[in-house]
């Protein structure tokens, strides 16, 4: 009866093996078919084969870990009538749900890459660290939420009903021999147990197999969505883990760098000490590269009153985020963390050295303001413990502005208030301020005030191209981006047309690229990552000391406090943590870069951060577009910076958080 009910359970298993691997495999293939493009595909054969061979063995790894627990119980439980019948009971309800979560994840992570560019990774799980009714409102918004949970229990609901069907045969009939029976088990079991580690070498199948090619979008669909959150879950832990550090292992990074410290000081300005000047940063919520692509000015304006400033005073386009998430890019930006979660994590009563800091010495009182409610991200409690002197949100700017509520949505009230409150405190403070800003409004569900009237849009050629499918229509996120960019345009005209002119800077970036737009790689990977860095500093001031403005000049949110504090302060330490000032004379040549987590750019072009990196160089001399018919192997040398770069962020984060070792400071 043993035999009979073992030959049963592998009866069971090999179908429904088959099943999920066909899950994992054809959720690759509707994404390769949509993320994919012939153009990119050129002489990229062996390359495409490689990404099939190895996600196939990939989904093989998944359908056998899934599987395991079923196959290890089964022949421990068959040996007892009674535990055999307890273990057919739950068989069945194993396999619907190891069936509705390998289908729920497939199906998720084609949307998810469908709006960041990437596989499941580790701000995966930063979604739910945000307002979590908030997530779920624009994911009902923006996705088919029923259409794919109708699916995905369909995809479920076919390997439980065959399952219950074979389940209700109570033994197979008719014994083999003994030899044979256990030459059957082992070859079945070796079977499963090398589906599960994927491989049948030395090392089961890692994350470094996922790297098949020297095109991104294919190493991103190699891994299944279950290998990937993974991997994010490890990174997850990673990220969040914080222990002391080596002085040795610090200067280490500092010289592979070619970096001579991770400080700087601005340079003597008796003008700015005697007057100091206002500064204001606002981090835009998507304003992307990507989508600032498509502005046509008569035709299709996304600039608003935002474009004359556009025009008149410094922008770096060749620029991006540090991260691609506005929480991460935040916490990079205002408090030098590679770390997005550092606000509510193990080291959130951390004091760290941040910008607030370097001002608040300067005698400024710092300032943040946001249309969003801050105790997203723990950030109401975190701004005032790293020298915030004042946090208004959404609740602060109803107080303000109580027919704002009106036009509240699921992340908050329009931007125009933020501003308006920003131009009344500036105007008032008899002390410096330093006023951080973060919108809000371009967002899902991508709605603005029924008091604006929107300029010209249109769903031009070059747009329709780049539309990712999904339930909000295209004419309003065009509405809305144009809305966010005009508010901010005009906040910026208030403030030239006062007299806040003269002693005031702002400096404006994006947190990430504008989602909801695809891009083709690997010529837009650049556009993919790109924010803007726009930059007003008055000519009383600027004129203080020597500058240079070269448009092409590349760099990151690394560099904008630098910039900054080169223009409002005088003879202050700051930490620059590889940043440098956009306007010097001599640009820095060890500082030169642009870094976000996926990208590297300089004067050359752009490396793209896989496991092996890949240098493509810019397609002209002005363009955000790569040349993706020159890719090229990356130096040694390079590949050490470029690896040592992250790392000596983590290693400050960890400094500043835990310290060094003890016996290095005896």
């Not at 079977?191 to 994350?207: E, H, I, M, N, Q």
Request: net charge neutral; proline share 6%; charged share 15%.
């Amino acid at each position: 009866m043993y035999q009979s009910r073992i030959r049963l359970l592998f009866r069971l298993l090999w179908p429904q093996f088959i099943w999920l691997t066909l899950i994992l495999l054809g959720a690759r293939y509707v994404m390769f078919q949509q993320f994919t493009g012939p153009s990119a595909l050129v002489d990229q054969a062996d390359d495409i084969r490689r990404m099939w061979i190895t996600g196939l063995r990939y989904d093989l790894r998944i359908a056998g870990m899934a599987l395991a627990p079923l196959v290890l119980s089964g022949l421990l439980l068959a040996a007892w009538r009674s535990s055999w019948q307890l273990w057919r009971h739950l068989a069945l309800g194993f396999i619907a749900l190891v069936s509705l979560i390998v289908a729920g994840c497939a199906i998720s992570n084609f949307y998810y890459y469908q709006t960041y560019h990437r596989h499941f990774d580790v701000f995966a799980f930063g979604l739910f660290e945000d307002d979590t009714s908030a997530v779920l409102a624009n994911m009902g918004q923006d996705y088919p939420i029923l259409a794919a949970s109708l699916l995905a229990v369909l995809l479920a609901a076919i390997p439980t009903l065959f399952a219950y069907y074979q389940l209700r045969t109570a033994s197979i009939k008719g014994a083999i021999s003994w030899p044979f029976f256990i030459i059957y088990v082992l070859i079945s079991l070796t079977l499963v147990f090398a589906f599960a580690r994927g491989s049948l070498g030395t090392f089961p199948l890692r994350r470094g197999n996922a790297q098949v090619s020297e095109l991104s979008v294919l190493n991103q669909l190699t891994p299944n969505a279950l290998m990937a959150l993974a991997w994010a879950r490890k990174d997850k832990i990673h990220d969040v883990k914080f222990s002391p550090v080596s002085s040795a292992e610090g200067q280490a990074l500092l010289t592979t760098l070619n970096f001579d410290s991770l400080n700087g000081q601005t340079p003597r300005n008796d003008y700015v000490s005697q007057y100091p000047p206002h500064v204001v940063v606002a981090m835009m919520e998507g304003l992307g590269s990507n989508m600032l692509a498509f502005d046509e000015p008569e035709r299709n304006d996304l600039l608003g009153r935002l474009r004359p400033h556009f025009e008149q005073d410094f922008l770096f386009t060749r620029f991006l985020s540090q991260d691609n998430g506005t929480a991460p890019s935040l916490a990079a930006l205002f408090f030098n963390s590679p770390v997005q979660s550092i606000s509510h994590s193990s080291a959130q009563t951390v004091d760290l050295t941040t910008p607030f800091d370097v001002y608040k010495k300067a005698g400024y009182r710092n300032i943040f303001i946001s249309p969003g409610n801050m105790m997203w991200r723990n950030l109401v409690n975190y701004l005032p413990l790293q020298g915030v002197d004042a946090v208004y949100d959404q609740n602060a700017l109803l107080e303000h502005y109580p027919d704002a509520e009106q036009y509240m949505t699921d992340w908050g009230l329009p931007d125009e208030y933020a501003y308006r409150l920003a131009e009344k405190l500036l105007a008032e403070s008899e002390q410096p301020l330093f006023i951080s800003i973060l919108s809000v409004t371009n967002h899902p569900p991508y709605v603005t005030p029924n008091t604006y009237t929107p300029k010209p849009v249109a769903i031009t050629p070059h747009y329709q191209r780049h539309i990712e499918e999904g339930a909000i229509k295209p004419h309003n996120i065009l509405t809305t981006f144009q809305y966010a960019s005009d508010a901010l345009g005009g906040f910026i005209s208030h403030i030239k047309d006062s007299d806040l002119a003269k002693r005031t800077l702002i400096a404006v970036t994006g947190d990430h690229q504008m989602r909801r737009v695809k891009a083709f790689y690997p010529n837009e990977q650049v556009l993919d990552r790109g924010v803007p860095f726009y930059l007003y500093v008055p000519d009383n001031i600027l004129n203080t000391r020597d500058w240079h403005f070269d448009p092409t000049r590349v760099g990151s949110h690394k560099d904008i406090m630098p910039t900054l504090y080169h223009y409002s302060l005088s003879q202050q330490p700051y930490l620059a943590l590889g940043g440098r000032n956009m306007l010097a004379t001599t640009d820095d040549a060890a500082r030169n870069f642009g870094y976000n987590v996926l990208l590297w750019i300089d004067a050359k072009g752009a490396y793209v951060l896989n496991e092996s990196p890949v240098f493509y160089p810019w397609l002209n001399t002005d363009s955000l577009q790569l040349d993706g018919e020159q890719a090229y192997a990356v130096s040694p040398q390079q590949d050490k910076r470029m690896a040592a770069y992250p790392k000596l962020l983590r290693w400050h984060i960890n400094q500043q958080v835990k310290g060094e070792h003890t016996s290095e400071k005896q």
